[in-house]
């Protein structure tokens, strides 16, 4: 069973930006640290927990008092295709509505605008290179 909740202490914290680094940066062939920006302190971390081991994590932050930006969103390989990247998402949006935010933005990797596009997100813009990788901004309204 995988337990979806936010972040609870700083040694999970830190568990969860290994994750993240395994996850999103490790195949990129970037250095641990990449995984971290400038926004990690007032931003808002989501876990994914299966017997204790962080399998997903996902990070909200707010860009204004209506509109969150989600990002780093990550789910081990082995826990792929089992709910878990769903269960962060509806976590973020049933957290977005208690905090009465209107718009919901992410920028997603091209190979997972399907997965953004079934839970309601949809693509606006161009593509654009982030890390050498095909994003495009996507928006959700609550």
Known sequence: ????????????????FYQRWLVLRAPLAMPEGTEKDLYEDSAFHLVALCDHLIVGSARLRLLSPEIGSIAYVAVLPEFRNQGIGTSLMKKWMFIAIEKNLHTLRLMARKDVINFYK?????????FFDYLDVPHIFMYYKL
């Open 118 to 126: 079934r839970l309601g997100f949809v693509p606006k813009g161009e």
């Open 1 to 16: 069973m995988v337990e979806v909740r936010l972040v609870k202490n700083e040694q999970e914290l830190n568990e969860m």
